[in-house]
């Protein structure tokens, strides 16, 4: 991989721990309330999103591990806070151990088809594993303005 996985896991933990402190700081009522809007999502939902995102991605995409990934539902999820930090710490730990399967080279060229997405064609692993870290801190950005929203809303 040309991305050293030291700093990919670096970058993946910061996002997991910023996506935990929200969730933190909701509590378990607010982290499952929507903030007022059309198609909005709630903080728990987001989470099992981005969860289910690395996953995906790296392992699924990335590694050619099966998927049995319910990406519909990741949008009705309901959780706890403990819950949800259960989830994150099971993503985290498997980014982590993905991370350096990727780093051995053992990723896998059968879902070229989904690298084909890619920001400008890029197959690479790297540009597979950037994917993933634009999303986790794109939807971090969603749950800080769902807190935002919740919260001035009081």
Known sequence: MELEVTTADLYMGLAFDRIRDVADRLGDVQVNKRPPGPETNTVAQLITHCCGVSEFWLGHVGLGRPTVRDRDSEFTAIATVAALHG????ARHQVSVDLRAFDAGR???????????????????AALVIHVLEELFQHLGHMELTVDALLSTR
């Not at 989830?87 to 099971?90: E, V």
Request: aromatic content about 4%; charged content about 30%; hydrophobic content about 30%.
């Open 87 to 90: 989830l994150i710490d099971a």
């Open 107 to 125: 990723t896998t060229t059968d879902h070229l088809i989904w690298r084909e997405t890619l920001e400008g064609g890029d197959t690479s692993d």
